[in-house]
C-alpha cells in the first residue's frame, strides 16, 4: 500500500530475512485478485489478494496481511485470502498483523517470530530505521502536496517526489536518510512557482487503504495538483504509526478531537474511517473550500459516513468518488474538473459578496 | 400512553417479542410498521446514496411508514451479542443514519449493546433506555427480566414448534400477522428438501424476496430455515467451519449452512443482498464448502432492480437440477 513497503523491506533487511517483495500495484494484480475475489468485495480486498497470489508465484511461503478484530471486514480478510489462495494450490501462511489490538507488542512479536528468534535488541534498531524511513517519506509528502498545486511547470514536484522515495529506499544508515530528507526538501522548496497562485485548498479523506493507495484512487491528488488545488489530508501511515503504535496506549489520541466534531451527527464508530470521515468534514468547513471523500465500492462503513455527511449544519461541498475497477480515468477527470469549476465558482461569489 | 415505533425490518425478526414487551411492561404502547410494500422500499430508498444496502433501504421506508403514528423509535444500535463478534457498519450506525436522513422522525430511543464491555455497561444502557419511562430502577429490571424471558419463548417456539418468526410473533401477540395460506405447510409429499440460509429479515420480508418460501412449498418441498436449529446446533457448525465467528449476525448463514449441508439437505439456497459486506464473505465460505461436498447451492443476491420474473426462472432451473440428481441418484441405486 503506498509506499509502506519500504519501511518494511529496510526492516526484513536488516533481520536477514528472506523476502520477496511482489510488484507495485498494476493491472494484472488487479485482474488477479479481481478474478479470485468473491464479487461483493471491496477494493483493497483485491489488491492484497492480488498482491499475495504474485508473492506467492514469487515463491513466498508466508505471507502478511493486515487484519485484526472490530475494524469493518478487513478483519476477516486475511482467512478468506488464505483459504482462495489454498483453494488456487499456494501452500502457504498467511500471518495476520494485527493492527485493532495489542499493537505494538503484536507487531514485534511477529516480526520475532518471522526473524527466527533475532535478538531484541536487534529487532528494535531494525524497527527504528523502518519507521525513521517512513517518517521521511511522509514529510516528503507533504511537502509535494503544497508544491504540486502551485510549480510552474507541472509534474516537477512528481519527479522529485519519485527520486526521493529511491533515494529513501536506498539509504541505509540514519545520517544518510537526514542528508536525503533535507536536501529534497530545500529542492522541492525551490521548485519555480507561479507567483500569483492562490490554490483551492481541498480537504482530503475517507477509507485508509484507497486513500493511500494511488493506484485505487488513479493517483488523485496528482491529478488535483494538476489542477492547481492543494491537497489536505490527516492521514499519513507514520502519523497512524505514531498514534496508534505508542501514544495511544499513553492516552493520547489524534481522532478524539475529530470523534468530538462528529458527535452531533454520527455517536459511535461504526468501524473502519466511517467516523473520522465525518468528523473531518465537520471540523475543517470553514477553513477548506471543498472535500474529497474517498471510498472503495460497497465498503460498510464509508456508505454510513456518506449519507450522514451530506446532512451536517456545516456545510461544504464534498465530492465521493467510489473506488473499483471499474472507475476510470477520464470518468474521474471529468468529475474533478467540474468539482474545482465549482469550487472555484464558489470562492469567487464569496470574494464579491465580501466586496 | 407513549407511543414507541418499532419499523417490522432489520432486527425486528430477531428480537421483536423482546422489545414489545420490555416497552408494555415500562407502560408503554408499541406502534409496528406494516409489512413492506412497494412504496416503503421506494419511499426509503429515496432518502439515503445508492449504495446502501437493500434492508437498510427498506428500514428507512418503515420509519418514515411511522412517522406521525408514534412519538418515539425504537431503534438500537447493536455492536455485539457475543464475545468478541462484531457486527456490520449500517446496524452500528442505524440510529445516526436515519436521524441524518429522515430529520422529521420523532425522537429516536438508541441504546449501544456491546457485551464485549461487560455487563455493568449492558445494564447502565438498558438502565437509561427504560429512564425515558420510569425513575424506578426496579421497574425497568422488572421490564428487562421480563423481556429476556419472552425472547426465550420466543425461540423455543421457533425451534421446538418449527414456527417461522412471523408465525411465532403472530401467536405471541395474537395478532393476525400473515396472510393465510402463505407460510402453511403442504401436505403432499416432498420432491425435495430445500434449506434456505440467509438473515431473517430477508427471508421472512415476502415482498424483497418474492415469496420465495411459498414457491418452494407450492412446488412439493420442504423448506429448512436457520430459526428452526437451535443455538447450540448453528454454534457447534459455525465452530465447526469457521473457528471462531467473527461477526455477529452471521451464524444463521455459516452455522445453519454448513449444519445443513452435513445433514443432507438436497439443495441449499442463500439469500443475500447487494454491497452486503459480511454476508460477501460468509456466503463465499458457505458456497465453497458446498462446492466440496457437491451439494447444488444457489446465491440469491437482491437488490431493488431484481424482478419477479429473473427469480422465477433462476428458482425453477435450480428445482429442475436438483430433481434430476435425485432421480439419477436413485436410478444408480436401482
Same mark, same amino acid.
Given at each position: 500500500?503506498?509506499?509502506?513497503?519500504?519501511?518494511?523491506?529496510?526492516?526484513?533487511?536488516?533481520?536477514?530475512?528472506?523476502?520477496?517483495?511482489?510488484?507495485?500495484?498494476?493491472?494484472?494484480?488487479?485482474?488477479?485478485?479481481?478474478?479470485?475475489?468473491?464479487?461483493?468485495?471491496?477494493?483493497?480486498?483485491?489488491?492484497?489478494?492480488?498482491?499475495?497470489?504474485?508473492?506467492?508465484?514469487?515463491?513466498?511461503?508466508?505471507?502478511?496481511?493486515?487484519?485484526?478484530?472490530?475494524?469493518?471486514?478487513?478483519?476477516?480478510?486475511?482467512?478468506?485470502?488464505?483459504?482462495?489462495?489454498?483453494?488456487l494450490g499456494y501452500k502457504v501462511e498467511?500471518?495476520?498483523?494485527?493492527?485493532?489490538?495489542?499493537?505494538?507488542?503484536?507487531?514485534?512479536?511477529?516480526?520475532?517470530?518471522?526473524?527466527?528468534?533475532?535478538?531484541?535488541?536487534?529487532?528494535?534498531?531494525?524497527?527504528?530505521?523502518?519507521?525513521?524511513?517512513?517518517?521521511?517519506?511522509?514529510?516528503?509528502?507533504?511537502?509535494?502536496?503544497?508544491?504540486?498545486?502551485?510549480?510552474?511547470?507541472?509534474?516537477?514536484?512528481?519527479?522529485?517526489?519519485?527520486?526521493?522515495?529511491?533515494?529513501?529506499?536506498?539509504?541505509?544508515?540514519?545520517?544518510?536518510?537526514?542528508?536525503?530528507?533535507?536536501?529534497?526538501?530545500?529542492?522541492?522548496?525551490?521548485?519555480?512557482?507561479?507567483?500569483?497562485?492562490?490554490?483551492?485548498?481541498?480537504?482530503?479523506?475517507?477509507?485508509?487503504?484507497?486513500?493511500?493507495?494511488?493506484?485505487?484512487?488513479?493517483?488523485?491528488?496528482?491529478?488535483?495538483?494538476?489542477?492547481?488545488?492543494?491537497?489536505?489530508?490527516?492521514?499519513?501511515?507514520?502519523?497512524?504509526?505514531?498514534?496508534?503504535?505508542?501514544?495511544?496506549?499513553?492516552?493520547?489520541?489524534?481522532?478524539?478531537?475529530?470523534?468530538?466534531?462528529?458527535?452531533?451527527?454520527?455517536?459511535?464508530?461504526?468501524?473502519?474511517?466511517?467516523?473520522?470521515?465525518?468528523?473531518?468534514?465537520?471540523?475543517?468547513?470553514?477553513?477548506?473550500?471543498g472535500f474529497i471523500h474517498l471510498a472503495p465500492?460497497?465498503?460498510?462503513?464509508?456508505?454510513?459516513?456518506?449519507?450522514?455527511?451530506?446532512?451536517?449544519?456545516?456545510?461544504?461541498?464534498?465530492?465521493?468518488?467510489?473506488?473499483?475497477?471499474?472507475?476510470?480515468?477520464?470518468?474521474?477527470?471529468?468529475?474533478?474538473?467540474?468539482?474545482?469549476?465549482?469550487?472555484?465558482?464558489?470562492?469567487?461569489?464569496?470574494?464579491?459578496?465580501?466586496? | 400512553?407513549?407511543?414507541?415505533?418499532?419499523?417490522?425490518?432489520?432486527?425486528?425478526?430477531?428480537?421483536?417479542?423482546?422489545?414489545?414487551?420490555?416497552?408494555?411492561?415500562?407502560?408503554?404502547?408499541?406502534?409496528?410498521?406494516?409489512?413492506?410494500?412497494?412504496?416503503?422500499?421506494?419511499?426509503?430508498?429515496?432518502?439515503?446514496?445508492?449504495?446502501?444496502?437493500?434492508?437498510?433501504?427498506?428500514?428507512?421506508?418503515?420509519?418514515?411508514?411511522?412517522?406521525?403514528?408514534?412519538?418515539?423509535?425504537?431503534?438500537?444500535?447493536?455492536?455485539?451479542?457475543?464475545?468478541?463478534?462484531?457486527?456490520?457498519?449500517?446496524?452500528?450506525?442505524?440510529?445516526?443514519?436515519?436521524?441524518?436522513?429522515?430529520?422529521?422522525?420523532?425522537?429516536?430511543?438508541?441504546?449501544?449493546?456491546?457485551?464485549?464491555?461487560?455487563?455493568?455497561?449492558?445494564?447502565?444502557?438498558?438502565?437509561?433506555?427504560?429512564?425515558?419511562?420510569?425513575?424506578?430502577?426496579?421497574?425497568?429490571?422488572?421490564?428487562?427480566?421480563?423481556?429476556?424471558?419472552?425472547?426465550?419463548?420466543?425461540?423455543?417456539?421457533?425451534?421446538?414448534?418449527?414456527?417461522?418468526?412471523?408465525?411465532?410473533?403472530?401467536?405471541?401477540?395474537?395478532?393476525?400477522?400473515?396472510?393465510?395460506?402463505?407460510?402453511?405447510?403442504?401436505?403432499?409429499?416432498? =420432491? +425435495?428438501?430445500?434449506?434456505?440460509?440467509?438473515?431473517?429479515? $430477508?427471508?421472512? *420480508? #415476502? /415482498?424483497?424476496?418474492?415469496?420465495? &418460501?411459498?414457491?418452494?412449498?407450492?412446488?412439493?418441498?420442504?423448506?429448512?430455515?436457520?430459526?428452526?436449529?437451535?443455538?447450540?446446533?448453528?454454534?457447534?457448525?459455525?465452530?465447526?467451519?469457521?473457528?471462531?465467528?467473527?461477526?455477529?449476525?452471521?451464524?444463521?448463514?455459516?452455522?445453519?449452512?454448513?449444519?445443513?449441508?452435513?445433514?443432507?439437505?438436497?439443495?441449499?439456497?442463500?439469500?443475500?443482498?447487494?454491497?452486503?459486506?459480511?454476508?460477501?464473505?460468509?456466503?463465499?465460505?458457505?458456497?465453497? =464448502? +458446498?462446492?466440496?461436498?457437491?451439494?447444488?447451492?444457489?446465491? $440469491?443476491?437482491? *437488490? #431493488? /432492480?431484481?424482478?419477479?420474473?429473473? &427469480?422465477?426462472?433462476?428458482?425453477?432451473?435450480?428445482?429442475?437440477?436438483?430433481?434430476?440428481?435425485?432421480?439419477?441418484?436413485?436410478?444408480?441405486?436401482?
Open positions: 500500500m503506498g509506499n509502506t513497503y519500504i519501511p518494511f523491506k529496510a526492516l526484513f533487511k536488516r533481520l536477514n530475512v528472506d523476502f520477496v517483495l511482489p510488484p507495485v500495484n498494476n493491472q494484472r494484480t488487479l485482474s488477479l485478485g479481481v478474478r479470485y475475489s468473491p464479487v461483493g468485495l471491496c477494493i483493497p480486498f483485491k489488491l492484497t489478494l492480488g498482491n499475495l497470489i504474485e508473492a506467492a508465484e514469487m515463491g513466498a511461503d508466508t505471507l502478511l496481511m493486515a487484519g485484526g478484530y472490530g475494524i469493518c471486514r478487513l478483519g476477516n480478510y486475511a482467512q478468506t485470502q488464505e483459504q482462495i489462495l489454498h483453494d498467511v500471518v495476520q498483523v494485527n493492527v485493532s489490538e495489542q499493537k505494538l507488542s503484536g507487531l514485534l512479536k511477529m516480526i520475532k517470530r518471522l526473524s527466527n528468534n533475532a535478538s531484541w535488541a536487534r529487532i528494535i534498531s531494525a524497527f527504528r530505521i523502518g519507521l525513521t524511513k517512513l517518517n521521511a517519506l511522509d514529510r516528503i509528502e507533504r511537502a509535494v502536496q503544497k508544491i504540486r498545486a502551485v510549480e510552474l511547470v507541472k509534474g516537477t514536484a512528481n519527479k522529485l517526489y519519485a527520486k526521493a522515495v529511491k533515494a529513501i529506499d536506498e539509504a541505509d544508515d540514519y545520517s544518510t536518510l537526514k542528508k536525503v530528507q533535507r536536501d529534497y526538501i530545500n529542492q522541492l522548496n525551490q521548485v519555480p512557482k507561479n507567483p500569483q497562485a492562490q490554490p483551492l485548498i481541498v480537504g482530503i479523506t475517507g477509507e485508509f487503504y484507497v486513500l493511500l493507495e494511488p493506484f485505487s484512487n488513479l493517483d488523485v491528488e496528482s491529478e488535483l495538483g494538476k489542477l492547481g488545488v492543494e491537497v489536505r489530508r490527516r492521514l499519513f501511515v507514520s502519523e497512524w504509526t505514531k498514534f496508534s503504535l505508542f501514544l495511544n496506549s499513553l492516552g493520547i489520541s489524534e481522532t478524539a478531537r475529530i470523534h468530538k466534531a462528529a458527535l452531533p451527527y454520527l455517536k459511535r464508530d461504526v468501524g473502519g474511517d466511517g467516523w473520522e470521515s465525518v468528523g473531518e468534514k465537520v471540523l475543517h468547513a470553514k477553513e477548506y473550500d465500492f460497497t465498503c460498510m462503513p464509508e456508505i454510513v459516513a456518506q449519507n450522514i455527511m451530506s446532512s451536517t449544519k456545516e456545510n461544504i461541498p464534498v465530492l465521493t468518488i467510489l473506488c473499483d475497477e471499474q472507475v476510470t480515468k477520464t470518468g474521474m477527470l471529468t468529475r474533478l474538473e467540474a468539482f474545482v469549476d465549482l469550487l472555484e465558482r464558489k470562492r469567487r461569489a464569496g470574494n464579491n459578496n465580501r466586496h | 400512553m407513549i407511543r414507541i415505533g418499532i419499523p417490522r425490518a432489520l432486527l425486528y425478526y430477531q428480537y421483536y417479542p423482546m422489545w414489545q414487551v420490555f416497552f408494555e411492561e415500562l407502560g408503554a404502547e408499541v406502534v409496528v410498521s406494516p409489512p413492506t410494500t412497494q412504496a416503503i422500499l421506494s419511499e426509503g430508498s429515496s432518502r439515503v446514496v445508492a449504495e446502501t444496502c437493500l434492508p437498510a433501504k427498506v428500514f428507512l421506508g418503515h420509519v418514515l411508514s411511522l412517522v406521525d403514528k408514534c412519538d418515539y423509535i425504537f431503534i438500537p444500535a447493536i455492536r455485539s451479542v457475543k464475545s468478541r463478534a462484531y457486527n456490520c457498519s449500517k446496524l452500528l450506525g442505524l440510529p445516526d443514519m436515519t436521524r441524518a436522513v429522515i430529520p422529521e422522525s420523532p425522537p429516536i430511543l438508541d441504546i449501544d449493546i456491546d457485551v464485549n464491555k461487560g455487563k455493568h455497561v449492558l445494564y447502565r444502557a438498558i438502565y437509561k433506555l427504560g429512564r425515558r419511562f420510569t425513575w424506578n430502577p426496579f421497574k425497568v429490571r422488572r421490564a428487562s427480566i421480563a423481556a429476556g424471558q419472552a425472547h426465550l419463548d420466543y425461540r423455543r417456539l421457533m425451534c421446538s414448534h418449527g414456527l417461522t418468526p412471523p408465525q411465532a410473533i403472530e401467536r405471541i401477540s395474537g395478532r393476525p400477522e400473515v396472510k393465510p395460506g402463505t407460510h402453511s405447510d403442504c401436505p403432499m409429499p416432498t =420432491r +425435495a428438501t430445500i434449506a434456505i440460509i440467509g438473515h431473517p429479515y $430477508l427471508i421472512y *420480508d #415476502e /415482498h424483497i424476496n418474492y415469496r420465495l &418460501i411459498y414457491r418452494l412449498k407450492q412446488a412439493q418441498n420442504r423448506v429448512l430455515t436457520p430459526e428452526m436449529l437451535t443455538a447450540e446446533e448453528v454454534e457447534s457448525a459455525t465452530a465447526k467451519l469457521l473457528g471462531r465467528a467473527y461477526w455477529t449476525y452471521e451464524e444463521e448463514v455459516v452455522g445453519a449452512g454448513e449444519h445443513y449441508l452435513e445433514n443432507g439437505a438436497d439443495g441449499v439456497i442463500g439469500i443475500m443482498t447487494f454491497g452486503c459486506g459480511p454476508d460477501s464473505l460468509m456466503m463465499d465460505i458457505v458456497q465453497r =464448502r +458446498a462446492r466440496t461436498m457437491s451439494t447444488p447451492f444457489m446465491g $440469491l443476491t437482491l *437488490d #431493488e /432492480h431484481t424482478a419477479e420474473a429473473g &427469480i422465477v426462472t433462476r428458482l425453477e432451473a435450480f428445482l429442475d437440477m436438483i430433481y434430476r440428481k435425485k432421480k439419477r441418484r436413485v436410478a444408480v441405486c436401482v
